[in-house]
């Protein structure tokens, strides 16, 4: 039976809070450090898929990062990519000193933005052996150009980093709603706003502005081309920005596999088949490429 156990580790400054899932067997098992969308907090989608894999005999570790639901940091709910990146690193870290963990069968598993984060730590990370990226949201400037008002976003960014700069005080607004439009997410997205899917009370539903540079200046699709270690996707044609996925996946370095499926973005947080097909494929995904030796 699978068990979890909260745990509590150093990112920096920072402690990281997070939920570390257990298989009944397999010890030392390999292990997956996982993580969800930007903005998000474990319980939304991380959780779900650190369970589903530890069910399968994986050891995975959900966390929250740097400012958002239980661990520290200020200020909260501010989306820096390369500070996620280092977080990943230090979960890794984590996993690897863990007694149950075989710190050499290591892998990350990103939902959505979280693609972009894993594979940040991965270019960089030995440790990290193999990769599974689920609905990947991956971009580069281009992208970003065609997705966002570039120049209303830095120009609003711009002001709210010099309030903070001069006052401490951090400008918010929501990361989803139909009725903003200065929303991250400017329309009314069921998952985020239903308390049954990801409407969660403990999750505040804010991007600080003064996060926009360093959200839409990341460039994924950059990163393909440093990863040597084997990477799955699992995404759909009708998930977010999937020219980016192919892009990204055409540039991939190493061992590479595709597998595309049908549902939107936010089927693959929580609804089914996505998440077993998902989840199903990654773990296969692990097995093959997380072995001894």
Not at 32 to 38: L, R
Not at 252 to 274: I, N, R, S
Request: include cysteine.
């Amino acid at each position: 039976m699978t068990t979890v156990q909260k745990v509590k580790f150093p990112a920096g400054d920072a402690t990281l809070t997070g939920n570390l899932f257990l298989p009944a067997d397999a010890d030392p098992a390999p292990g997956i450090v996982v993580a969800g969308t930007w903005t998000s907090i474990k319980e939304q989608m991380a959780d779900r898929y650190a369970e589903r894999l530890a069910d399968r005999g994986f050891a995975a570790l959900s966390f929250d990062f740097t400012g958002y639901g239980e661990s520290e940091g200020e200020p909260r709910d501010h989306e820096v990519p390369q500070r996620k990146v280092r977080d990943i690193n230090h979960a890794v870290t984590f996993l690897a000193q863990h007694p149950a963990i075989d710190a050499s069968r290591l892998g990350a598993l990103g939902v959505c933005a979280a693609a972009m984060y894993m594979s940040g730590n991965a270019a960089d990370d030995p440790r990290i052996r193999s990769l599974a990226l689920v609905a990947p949201w991956l971009h580069d400037p281009a992208i970003c150009q065609e997705v966002y008002s570039i120049a209303g976003k830095l120009a609003e960014a711009a002001r709210a980093r010099a309030t903070y700069e001069a006052t401490g005080d951090v400008e918010y607004v929501p990361v989803v709603s139909g009725s903003d439009p200065r929303a991250a997410m400017p329309f009314d997205i069921d998952f985020y706003l239903n308390p049954d899917r990801g409407g969660l009370p403990q999750w505040p539903n804010r991007f600080a502005v003064m996060a926009w540079p360093g959200w839409l200046g990341y460039d994924s699709i950059s990163l393909a081309s440093r990863l040597t270690q084997p990477v799955l996707l699992v995404h759909s044609e009708d998930a977010a920005i999937p020219d980016g996925a192919r892009r990204f996946h055409a540039a991939l370095a190493g061992p590479k596999e595709f597998v595309w499926t049908e549902g939107d973005q936010f089927a693959f947080y929580d609804q089914e088949p996505q998440v077993t097909t998902a989840v199903n494929a990654a773990a296969a995904h692990f097995a093959s490429t997380l072995v001894v030796g």
